[in-house]
């Protein structure tokens, strides 16, 4: 009698509790709602207190039979906590992408992300938990793709569309045979990178490589002399295709910024000078030995794999360490495969790749395209500020023209030590020019110059040549 009467007191508070509904979690996504109600493993919880409670009034009297508790409900209150957790990180992300604050909106969804990643198999393998994690990732993609065409049409980053890319329906079959004993470094051909290849060769993404493949002459010379001297190899310049089509001022949603689409954190951490007067992320020159570095980076943090590298450059070392230690092994195709990485970062790699292909072999897949002419300039130490207005009267050429040869500038005020670049064969006549002019004169009517503190360039804070090997930890393919 009292085993009823403690399971007829139970199923009152639990129907009692489910009729009023406790907290539930409302999620709009651009108009529709979608509803988590997590007061069940509340109600779940609170009907667990009053069995123990109960039972403990007729301690004295001991079950002949005690019933272990059941492993099922724990599963799914620990699911909805989970849920609930991952949708707070969520909301707050989706408020700083909507207040422009893109940088910490991607951390915010990237620890949404994390808190269903990491979370036992158990409690993962949930229906509700997979739904929500499916959902959660459908949202995030879909603020992406809202701001991409915006993006694009003020000078955004190509990047910024791999997200919502599809090419399931590309054919995967070759026009011929990849020949892999021309590319300076190893890797496996899988059916997405012929999928690609077909997309750029013949399919929608045609016009975009051949905007890229011309483009692409005037730094082509440059990125291969760094990435050689930082020992990186020279095939992976063509990252930069996939990143922004070679445009020096790309921007994307982000706030990723040049050919290799920095955004502020990782410029600084390899050495990018960003301040009032400058952001270097749009300088080719050094963008690109930062790309280099941090990619030379990426391929020792991943005991050197390029693929992962790729991979990391794309979405974050930590991401792609975290799908590895969910699949077990350090192998971008064996993470592809599992759908482990952003949707975005698996249509990246094999991306690369399909541009490296084309690139190498253009006559083959259809190309002919001529490549614009390399930049060429010389360089002027500037000894105090001085006003690009004044320079481009001492070199009688347009302002703009300086301006197209020293995009990291924001104003039209280059800092003392400054290394200007001026057409080629100007240097001995500038020079001339310039030291008869006073350094107030240099200024012409240029804006008072930012403070120090505005001013001070930024050092690198990451060493980068001690970078912690994850990739060792786990088994590989190889």
Request: glycine share 6%; aromatic share 10%; hydrophobic share 40%.
């Amino acid at each position: 009698m009292k085993l009823l009467s403690v399971l007829h007191s139970v199923l009152i508070c639990f129907h009692s509790l489910r009729a009023r509904k406790l907290d539930i979690i409302q999620v709009e996504t651009f108009g529709d709602a979608m509803t988590f109600d997590i007061s069940l493993w509340r109600a779940s919880a609170f009907c667990a207190l009053a069995v123990c409670g109960t039972a403990t009034t007729s301690a004295q009297s001991p079950a002949p039979n005690p019933v272990a508790p059941s492993a099922v409900a724990p599963a799914g209150a620990a699911g909805r906590v989970l849920i609930a957790t991952a949708e707070r990180h969520y909301k707050r992300g989706e408020e700083a992408f909507r207040s422009g604050q893109f940088e910490e909106a991607m951390r915010r969804f990237a620890e949404a992300r994390a808190v269903i990643e990491q979370a036992p198999d158990d409690i993962r393998a949930g229906q509700d938990v997979q739904a929500y994690a499916f959902e959660l990732q459908g949202r995030i993609e879909l603020l992406q793709t809202g701001l991409r065409q915006s993006a694009l049409a003020g000078g955004g980053a190509y990047r910024d569309e791999l997200a919502a890319l599809n090419v399931s329906r590309v054919s995967a079959r070759p026009a011929s045979e990849l020949d892999l004993s021309g590319f300076d470094f190893k890797f496996t051909v899988t059916a997405p990178v012929y999928q690609f290849m077909n997309f750029y060769a013949a399919g929608r993404g045609r016009a975009t490589m051949e905007r890229g493949l011309a483009r692409s002459g005037r730094y082509r010379e440059m990125a291969e002399r760094i990435f050689a001297e930082e020992g990186v190899p020279k095939d992976l310049i063509w990252l930069a295709q996939v990143e922004s089509v070679w445009q020096p001022r790309a921007l994307s949603f982000a706030k990723a910024r040049g050919i290799w689409q920095f955004i502020p954190g990782t410029g600084a951490r390899f050495g990018l000078r960003q301040d009032a007067y400058m952001d270097e992320r749009v300088a080719p020159e050094a963008s690109t030995r930062a790309a280099a570095r941090y990619l030379k980076f990426l391929y020792n943090y991943f005991a050197g794999d390029w693929l992962l590298a790729m991979a990391a450059y794309n979405c974050g070392e930590r991401n792609v360490e975290r799908a590895i230690e969910r699949c077990g092994y350090a192998d971008f195709w064996e993470l592809h495969q599992r759908g482990l990485l952003p949707r975005e970062t698996q249509n990246y790699v094999p991306a690369i790749l399909a541009v490296i292909a084309i690139a190498k072999n253009q006559k083959q897949y259809g190309f002919d395209v001529t490549p614009e002419p390399p930049m060429q300039y010389d360089t002027f130490q500037l000894e105090t500020p001085t006003s690009l207005s004044v320079a481009a009267e001492l070199l009688q050429v347009p302002a703009s023209e300086l301006t197209a040869l020293n995009p990291e500038l924001h104003r039209p005020l280059a800092p003392s030590g400054f290394k200007l670049r001026i057409p080629v064969g100007a240097s001995e006549r500038f020079a001339a020019a310039y030291a008869a002019l006073s350094p107030q004169d240099r200024l012409g009517a240029a804006p008072v110059a930012p403070t120090l503190a505005e001013s001070r360039p930024a050092r690198p804070r990451y060493d980068t040549r001690n970078a912690r090997t994850t990739g060792r930890r786990y088994r590989t393919r190889y």
